[in-house]
């Protein structure tokens, strides 16, 4: 077989394979232009978190485990945050509720880690006794 049948058969080969061929390149990577567009979330129709919704969340998001470099770091934050949102006036019951779940959580992780013990860390000095007076409310209103 010559050089030429060979590679007749492999093209009749090639023309009977069912998959797709390559999309062909139209213009060179160096021609390309990119185009970008302002990512804003009003040009997407996203609206914007209410106030209460992100502080109530940003826990969540910040929470890192007690052997990482920031876990002092994300409870200060997160802290910081529900104590925020209840300063919030008219704040919507289940969002009032998960605040005032949430600071007594967090409190837990402060005072479990003995940060309100410690002059290191004066954020969260007084954390006791805003964790027991939440608890108090919450025992005496059942």
Do not use: Y
């Amino acid at each position: 077989m010559s050089d030429s049948e060979i590679s007749s058969k492999q093209r009749q080969a090639t023309d009977d394979n069912p998959r797709p061929h390559k999309r062909q390149r139209l213009e060179s990577s160096s021609q390309a232009v990119v185009k970008t567009s302002p990512l804003s979330p009003l040009s997407q129709g996203l609206a914007p978190l209410p106030p209460a919704i992100l502080l109530i969340s940003l826990p969540a998001l910040l929470i890192h485990p007690p052997n990482h470099r920031h876990h002092v770091h994300s409870l200060c934050l997160s802290l910081l945050s529900i104590r925020k949102c209840l300063s919030l006036q008219s704040l919507n019951p289940d969002i009032e509720c998960r605040a005032w779940t949430a600071l007594v959580e967090i409190g837990m992780n402060v005072i479990g880690g003995g940060f309100s013990q410690s002059d290191e860390h004066p954020w969260a000095k007084g954390i006791e006794i805003e964790v027991s007076l939440v608890l108090s409310l919450i025992d005496g209103s059942s």
